[in-house]
């Protein structure tokens, strides 16, 4: 019996969870005529980790990558309330990114690398046609060498997001720590993460995604149909 097709993440109240509101807590919730900037930053970081533990109840899937963005969720709890100052959110946007890059790379030659979690999984591949092909062929050693290229172009891109990271908090965090003010810096700063970052990060990610494929149709003789897993046909 086939196994149920994982339930698709909701992007809309992603964004939502994720971005506007989180955003609108930072910048308007924690000014001292409301809820002030310790509960109003709470507040914010309330929205992403609910959301995170609601898709999670809800998909029933989750990965290294999703266990580091609720990490530096509780992190940055922390941070605000120890009134920690702009340079330890600093480290610490940038440490994150930085943790599964390496991990990207250290991984590599483990029996399950991080990039076959993220990249080469049953949900997304057709993981046995594929490996069939590659034995038919005896492309196994250069599939071994895209997986390995694959892992390092990956891992740069998560070391240039933390780069990146790192040098957005230390320009935008000047104000003292525990006051509205920050608080309305670490919103400003949650929004351009986004095309500064995010964006550019995801960008980084699909060409490796699509330069690991060109590699896979040309390994296997496989076309992107047969590589992805095909859609489950319709009962009449």
Known sequence: MP???PKQENLLLNLVCNLALPTYAFMQLSRDNRLGPLWGGLVALSFPLSYGV???????????????????????????????????????????????????????????PL???????????????????????????AFDQLMLRTSLWLGAAFVVSAVLNFLLARH?????????EFNAELGRMHVLSWPVIVVPSM????????RLLAGLKTLTGLTLDDIFHAPEEKKG
């Open 3 to 5: 196994s149920a097709k």
């Open 203 to 210: 960008i980084a990610m699909m060409l490796v995604f699509w």
């Open 54 to 112: 609601y898709d999670f109840i809800r998909r029933r899937k989750t990965n290294f990558v999703s266990v580091i963005g609720i990490v530096s969720i509780l992190l940055s709890g922390g941070l605000l309330v120890g009134q920690a100052g702009g340079f330890w959110f600093a480290i610490k946007d940038g440490a994150l990114p930085l943790v599964i890059g390496v991990t990207v790379i250290a991984t590599v030659r483990a029996k399950n």
């Open 115 to 141: 990039v076959r979690e993220l990249f080469f999984n049953e949900q997304i591949v057709d993981v046995a046609r594929v490996d069939a092909a590659l034995a038919e062929r005896g492309q196994r050693e």
């Open 172 to 180: 935008l965090l000047k104000s003292p720590p525990g006051t509205p």
